[in-house]
């Protein structure tokens, strides 16, 4: 069965340091795997998504994900943390075995911005 | 383009009492997925359903949750004689198609966080 493990359940980084949240996965099948991000209070968002093209994917609000199969690993990464980075994240798997999306999310990682 | 919306945002029932929260998915969405997000968790998947077809209710408990899709308005998911332990935000997620393509992915609703006192 798919599964996904977030290394550090909280990570705190400098304004302007480099950000890094870690993933790994469980997959028996290629898998489609996403970044989301969740600020307080509301709904998720997605940053970024691998779906087999490119393993290096880059997303929204400088966000970027490599995709390494030899690792299984999807850890995201962001040159200069900002203030407004400040969220909960969440890795996820997508479960190819069915023909829809039944997708496996981590437990997330609460990322602090220090100024 | 509306995103999804849940109503209500939040809603306070106590023990025993029902608690029905609505999910309209996206214009031109036809299929819709339900989770859950218990305190200091992840999401967990509860149920997929198509209009009017519910294709995989494997997260649901099997006792006092229901999930529904019409043809006309909006996704339902009912819990009947609520307990402590369903206080959670629950989250629904619309998608055009039932595959996440290079295009396709699941857009998510602002989730309604329900208190059981």
């Known amino acids: 069965a798919q599964s996904v493990t977030q290394l550090g359940s909280h990570v705190s980084v400098s304004e302007g340091a480099l950000v890094l949240l870690r993933c790994n996965y469980s997959?028996?099948?290629?898998?489609?795997l996403f970044w989301y991000v969740q600020y307080p209070n509301q709904g998720l968002q997605l940053l970024l998504k691998?779906?087999?093209?490119?393993?290096l994917v880059k997303g929204i609000n400088g966000f970027e994900a490599e995709f390494k199969k030899s690792e299984t690993s999807f850890h995201l990464t962001k040159p200069s943390a900002h203030m407004s980075d400040a969220a909960e994240y969440f890795c996820?798997?997508?479960?190819?075995?069915?023909?829809?999306?039944?997708?496996?999310f981590g437990p997330g990682t609460s990322l602090s911005v220090i100024p | 383009n509306a995103g999804v919306m849940q109503n209500p945002r939040h809603l306070v029932r106590r023990r025993g009492q029902e608690a029905r929260l609505r999910c309209s998915p996206m214009?031109?969405?036809?299929?819709v997925y339900w989770y859950r997000q218990l305190p200091e968790e992840g999401l967990k998947f509860m149920v997929y359903?198509?209009?009017?077809?519910?294709?995989?209710e494997s997260g649901m408990p099997k006792e006092r949750f229901s999930a529904e899709f019409p043809k006309e308005g909006p996704s339902i998911l009912r819990i009947q004689q609520v307990v402590r332990g369903d206080s959670a935000a629950y989250f629904c997620?619309?998608?055009?198609?039932?595959?996440?393509?290079?295009?396709?992915?699941?857009?998510f609703g602002p989730g309604t966080r329900l208190t059981v006192l």
């Open positions: 997620a619309s998608s055009p198609t039932s595959t996440a393509s290079t295009t396709d992915t699941q857009y």
């Open positions: 359903l198509q209009k009017e077809n519910i294709i995989d």
């Open positions: 997959s028996s099948v290629p898998p489609y």
């Open positions: 691998y779906t087999s093209a490119a393993t």
């Open positions: 214009k031109g969405h036809s299929h």
């Open positions: 996820a798997v997508s479960d190819r075995k069915t023909s829809y999306d039944k997708v496996i």
